[in-house]
């Protein structure tokens, strides 16, 4: 054995065995490549150098819990999987959702429309984001390529346009516009984007983006460097506003670091609502802004560069701001506190509406909330609909609610798969009835397979 082990070897032995070994690692990558792409080229071969190449992630998985399921679903035992009736079994309301999903059946991002009158799924899309990231290369910065698989890339608030295309992204990652097959049309790859998607009077989009650091400047490339993007259908991106430099520029860089420790997403910009029309308290154009991470919620001008108004709390930790009527605003708050033994929602999420008028904050569905054991420590929304109506969103808590003025609840979906796991959601939207009636005889149309 000690002979076989420290015996002498030709050199050309070894290099004959490194060229093998190269054109082995070579075609070994290219199975997977091809396998990723969606080839079933090799058959078994590759599935097999597939499965070998998705050990680490196999690995990581293991240690890690997997973030798309809900490991404390054990509160939503009795209620029943998908959609269902609120304990009055009340008649369905008017309107759509478009119901952004993880689809543990299928092991990938759904998007549904759905009419809440009467629970229907008039169409869905299954968008593949091997299809649609293609041609992006890797982006270190504040990025999360690792979940840019089909099993774990979460559509997070899609848009639906009138052609029956979405306007989808990742929670940060590149912007694409589809068409209604989920093809994609054009693709935003320069930067990164995430969180809400809004609209505003004039048909762009307002979004949460990431600009990659410019050479010289003084933050690392690891610095979130939130900024406003307004982007149009055609995928022209025709405005870049840097919080940062709003902060800079209104003296208030202590709202970026409180305390002395440098942190890389001091802001967390998470949602951007545009202001319509005209209101006694802003104008048309404005722009709601709200930032996780000091728990503040602002009023911005982009056309003078002004901060009209800013609150920070009593709403902490928020994902979600509204505009109700000329002079109210609601703020969906996670209510989340971390005692120095980890982030946790203190007993349960809150809207909370600010009158502008008054000053006041209320809580109309606190009540309801507590009843019903509503939370989720990160992302989630709402919205209140016509009539009175809240919908509400547990995005890791995988559970759509749908509250009337009185606190009881008309309708709910439990995103419940087959193997009794209850996955995430990604930021469903209300859509109202006209639009959804339109948006339906559209893609009664669609034919995908032609």
């Known amino acids: 054995m000690k002979r076989f082990l420290f015996a002498r070897i030709e050199a050309w032995v070894l290099c004959v065995f490194a060229l093998i070994g190269l054109l082995g690692l070579i075609a070994f990558g290219g199975l997977v490549l091809l396998r990723e792409r969606g080839s079933s080229f090799a058959g078994g071969v590759g599935a097999a150098a597939h499965a070998l190449a998705e050990l680490p992630l196999v690995f990581k998985r293991l240690r890690d819990p997997d973030s798309r399921i809900n490991h404390y679903a054990k509160r939503f035992d009795a209620i029943p999987s998908g959609w269902s009736f609120g304990d009055a079994g009340a008649p369905g309301l008017d309107g759509y959702v478009l119901l952004s999903r993880i689809d543990g059946d299928l092991q990938r991002q759904s998007i549904e429309l759905v009419s809440l009158s009467d629970m229907k799924t008039h169409y869905t899309w299954l968008p593949d984001v091997n299809e649609l990231m293609a041609d992006v290369d890797p982006i270190p910065q504040r990025s999360e390529n690792e979940r840019w698989t089909l099993s774990h890339f979460q559509t997070l608030h899609p848009f639906v346009n009138a052609d029956g295309g979405l306007i989808l992204k990742d929670n940060y990652s590149p912007m694409v516009r589809t068409d209604a097959c989920s093809h994609p049309m054009w693709l935003l790859a320069d930067r990164i984007y995430s969180h809400s998607t809004e609209v505003d009077a004039n048909g762009d989009f307002w979004v949460p983006a990431h600009p990659p650091q410019e050479p010289d400047s003084r933050w690392p490339a690891s610095y979130a460097n939130d900024s406003l993007d307004r982007v149009t259908l055609d995928g022209k991106r025709v405005e870049s506003i840097s919080l940062t430099k709003v902060f800079t520029d209104h003296d208030l860089l202590g709202k970026l670091f409180p305390i002395l420790t440098y ?132 995005t890791f808590g995988g559970r759509l609610l749908i509250f009337d003025k009185d606190g009881n609840i008309v309708q709910q979906y439990l995103n419940r798969a087959g193997d009794g796991q209850v996955y995430a959601m990604a930021w469903t939207r209300y859509i109202e009835p006209s639009v959804g009636d339109a948006l339906v005889k559209v893609l009664e149309k669609v034919n995908c397979n032609g």
Do not use: C
């Open 263 to 394: 942190y890389d997403d001091p802001l967390h910009l998470n949602d951007i609502q545009p202001v319509l029309e005209d209101g006694p308290f802003w104008k048309k154009g404005d722009l709601f802004v709200n930032l996780r991470g000091p728990s503040m919620v602002m009023l911005y001008r982009p056309s003078t560069n002004e901060i009209i108004w800013m609150k920070e709390g009593p709403w902490l930790k928020q994902h979600d701001v509204d505009i109700l009527d000329d002079h109210r605003i609601s703020v969906f708050s996670n209510n989340v506190r971390d005692y120095g033994k980890g982030t946790r929602v203190e007993e349960v999420v809150d809207v909370m509406i600010y009158d502008f008028s008054t000053g006041e904050v209320t809580r109309p569905w606190r009540d309801a909330f507590l009843k019903y054991d509503v939370e989720t420590t990160f992302a989630g929304l709402s919205e209140v609909l016509p009539g009175g109506n809240l919908m509400v969103e547990e």
